[in-house]
């Protein structure tokens, strides 16, 4: 079977950058590294960082004189507050595209905006966003909520950096209709684009789609729901989930990932596949 992989398969920028700032951190004075939560949304990294001292912390009043590092996703002002009262040494790797929209978000509540927020409720990433809109935020998760909505009158709609362009495009012109005066700024990032792109340009190409990524990982899931409206597509987390008799009629697959699926997890399933 022949394999064509996602140019944009594998770490995103913000990703890349926050495991590296990790193991910097890890092998120069400061290790081991404590982060805020799951680095990353994969076992399998998450047990090689584990090996290079790097674990989500079990315990916060525990710390002592360690170093505990935000993850891509961000946190609330209010959690950032919490984690520098601790006696450990902070360090941030919050995803600059991340930190662009906590700072739109902020500005335009301290502007006396109510802020929308197209996005996953409970998300990591969202719960940071939320945290910056100082008590005027909202999360809806597409046009359909828009009914929902409080009357208000200035309002500002932003998106979570991993949802569909064309859902953020629905959800502004509803919102639009009943906020006429809307400032809609759309900040999906660059990596979600290039992700699903190349999932439209590929399936003209291939019979099929492989997307490898954590079951809870919301941009993977997202690729799955894209590549899904295309082609018959097989959401999978490592090589071994894969199963020969889903690939019977299957000439040519496409592969590609979510934005924390490491290198190596890809090339197994390249490999895999190929030898199917
Ligand atoms: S998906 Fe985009 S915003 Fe999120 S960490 Fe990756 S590059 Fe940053």
Known sequence: MEVIVA???GFCMGVQRAVEKARRLASGQEGPVYTDGALIHNQQMMAQLD?????PCPDLAALRDDTLLIRAHGIPPARR???QALPCRLRD???????RIQGLI????????????????????????????EGRGHVIAGPEDVARLPEMEKVCLVSQST?????FEATAHTM????PALIAIDTICDATRHRQGDIVEMADQVDAFVVVGGS??????????LARGLKPTVHIQTAGDLQPGEFEDVRIVGLTAGASTPSFIIAEVRAQLEAF
Not at 51 to 55: D, K, L, Q, T, V
Not at 122 to 133: N, P, Q, S, T
Not at 216 to 225: D, F, G, I, K, Q
């Open 216 to 225: 809870h990982s919301a941009n993977t899931l997202r690729l799955v729901e």
């Open 176 to 179: 639009r209709a009943r906020y």
């Open 163 to 167: 949802q569909f362009p064309s859902r």
């Open 93 to 99: 790797a919050t995803c600059p595209d991340v930190a």
């Open 106 to 133: 902020r500005k335009h509540a301290r502007q006396g905006y109510q802020v929308v927020i197209l996005g996953d409720s409970g998300h990591a990433e969202v719960v940071g966003l939320l945290g910056f809109a």
């Open 7 to 9: 140019r944009s398969a």
């Open 81 to 83: 507050k919490r984690l």
């Open 51 to 55: 090996s290079e001292n790097i674990r």
